[in-house]
């Protein structure tokens, strides 16, 4: 079945901490996104990608940073975690023009 | 700079009353997406809505586009516990030949008793 992965579901580091939240999708979509979501609050696009080897930062400036070297893989990186980078993070991935994105069920982190 | 602004924010509402969230865009756009988020959740696609005047139904909600005043509606009908939950519409901003979608801020709502 086509979906979205994104790992861990949950994962909490301690401060300084180099952290990679995976993101994999099996349907083939060429654009893919990064989001950052506080608890009941906006999301915030934070990088995206509409294809292997490229990569743009979004709205919200972040210390992360992405890579897309497979059309399925989009990982997200902090070299050094800080407890401001605590949040929810969504990927989420789309195909052709008009059918909005899919999302994976996303990453809460915590860094104590 | 595409602007996406929902109304209201906050929601609570009685069992069986019914109630329409708005979202209304700032520059055109043909497409318009509603989601839902429960809490702690992430963000699962209710409606996709392509044209002016596209209208889609889900069970106790409907969607619908007017493309011309740059507004889309989430009617809600004899509301029931389970839709508790975060809403959102988002709209595509296409910029040469890729897009991404602007969310609006969300609506949340409660569904009381």
């Known amino acids: 079945e086509a979906d979205i992965y994104q790992t861990p579901r949950y994962l909490v580091i301690g401060t300084g901490k180099k952290i990679t939240l995976e993101c994999s999708q099996t349907?083939?979509?060429?654009?893919m996104y990064w989001y950052q979501q506080d608890p009941g609050m906006e999301l915030h696009l934070i990088h995206y990608?509409?294809?292997?080897?490229?990569?743009e930062k979004g709205d919200l400036s972040s210390e992360s940073t992405v890579s897309r070297i497979r059309t399925e893989h989009f990982p997200l990186t902090l070299e050094s975690a800080r407890p401001s980078h605590t949040s929810q993070y969504l990927c989420?991935?789309?195909?052709?023009?008009?059918?909005?994105?899919?999302f994976g069920s996303g990453t809460r982190l915590t860094v104590v | 700079e595409l602007k996406v602004e929902q109304n209201p924010l906050f929601l609570s509402m009685q069992e069986g009353k019914n109630y329409t969230i708005y979202c209304n865009y700032s520059t055109t756009s043909d497409r318009l997406y509603w989601y839902r988020q429960d809490p702690g959740k992430s963000l699962e696609s209710l409606f996709v809505l392509l044209s002016n005047g596209a209208v889609k139904q889900e069970g106790r909600l409907m969607a619908s586009l007017d493309t011309k005043a740059r507004l889309s509606t989430l009617h809600i009908t004899a509301a029931v516990h389970d839709l508790s939950a975060t809403y959102f519409c988002?709209?595509?901003?296409?910029?040469?030949?890729?897009?991404?979608?602007?969310f609006g801020k969300g609506t949340l709502l409660t569904v009381n008793p």
């Open positions: 989420a991935s789309s195909g052709q023009v008009g059918y909005g994105y899919t």
């Open positions: 349907m083939g979509h060429d654009k």
């Open positions: 988002a709209v595509v901003y296409s910029g040469g030949s890729n897009y991404k979608l602007t």
């Open positions: 990608s509409y294809g292997v080897n490229s990569t």
